[in-house]
């Protein structure tokens, strides 16, 4: 294996190292809530369903490609 081959594969493995370990990182600091606590905020701010489509921006493709929005595949 050539030099930059290996340098390639260890950058390769070092992005998917930090993205898991941002998303784990993520997941610890989201507070647990009970399921009577859900039902409570649910009832004070409605369901998300209950907004225009206006007022809510999907995030899942900026987190699962790491801020790049433009490999989105539809």
Do not use: H
């Not at 390639?8 to 993205?19: C, F, G, H, N, S």
């Not at 369901?47 to 899942?60: G, N, R, Y």
Request: charged share 40%; aromatic share 6%.
């Amino acid at each position: 294996m050539e030099i930059q081959e290996l340098k390639a594969l260890i950058k390769e493995t070092m992005r998917e190292v930090l993205q898991e370990e941002r998303l784990r990182l993520c997941q610890i600091l989201i507070p647990y809530i009970s399921d009577d606590e859900q039902r409570e905020l649910e009832a004070e701010f409605s369901l998300p369903s209950d907004d225009t489509e206006d007022e809510v921006i999907d995030m899942t493709d900026w987190v699962r490609y790491g801020n790049k929005i433009s490999q989105k595949s539809d």
